[in-house]
């Protein structure tokens, strides 16, 4: 039941791999405690794809990095929090903009082969080597914040990977953010088995 899912989980971001340049020192089993001490059962891992693979090559995974992320799952487990990976920056896009990046890597995922493929490749390692973890305990935010797009071209190009992940871990339970900076509404997957979006609130602004 995805209502009851998502209505009794509540939480935080943890922004222990949020960005390679500042904000790149993992995840703390003293946060766990502390979520979890406080009455709350959800943590997001917003993840910069530069924290775990190899600088200046988005196809080459780091497995010390990857053990950061592993001990987060774990923590989750040990503190019945649930753990919900996301890409907040993917390969191809942020909703921070980057001066930083290689050439190879200064594409938009909306319209270049390699990110797109890179998107899903992503995807594809974290659900494989998640597979065993069920989906009461762990879930998928795909990518944070799409800008202002035109909603059948964001479709087209989360689509793979949601089948790459489905054809991995049928039950996992994947978030998938509205385009203007997930504000909008979008029914093109209304209806998908085990697709929930993510809508975040920002009105007043300047107050949020």
């Not at 794809?49 to 196809?59: A, F, K, L, V």
């Not at 990110?115 to 944070?144: E, G, M």
């Amino acid at each position: 039941d995805l209502d009851e899912f998502s209505e009794n989980l509540k939480g935080f971001n943890l922004l222990g791999k949020f960005d390679v340049g500042w904000s790149n020192n993992g995840f703390t089993e003293e946060e766990f405690i502390i979520v979890k001490d406080l009455g709350f059962n959800f943590v997001r891992l917003p993840l910069d794809y530069r924290t775990y693979t190899q600088p200046g090559n988005w196809d080459v995974f780091l497995d010390d990095e990857i053990a950061e992320i592993d001990r987060a799952v774990e923590y989750g487990e040990k503190y019945g929090v649930h753990v919900c990976i996301n890409l907040h920056r993917a390969p191809g896009y942020c909703v921070n903009p980057s001066t930083s990046l290689p050439a190879s890597q200064n594409v938009s995922l909306w319209s270049d082969a390699s990110a797109q493929k890179a998107f899903v490749n992503h995807w594809d390692y974290f659900a494989t080597r998640y597979k065993d973890i069920p989906y009461n305990r762990l879930s998928f935010n795909l990518v944070n914040e799409p800008g202002v797009i035109d909603e059948n071209r964001y479709v087209t190009v989360m689509k793979p990977a949601i089948d790459r992940i489905r054809s991995i871990n049928p039950n996992r339970i994947i978030f998938v953010d509205g385009p203007n900076y997930a504000r909008d509404i979008m029914l093109s997957l209304k209806g998908e088995q085990n697709i929930i979006q993510a809508i975040h609130v920002y009105d007043p602004f300047k107050l949020t």
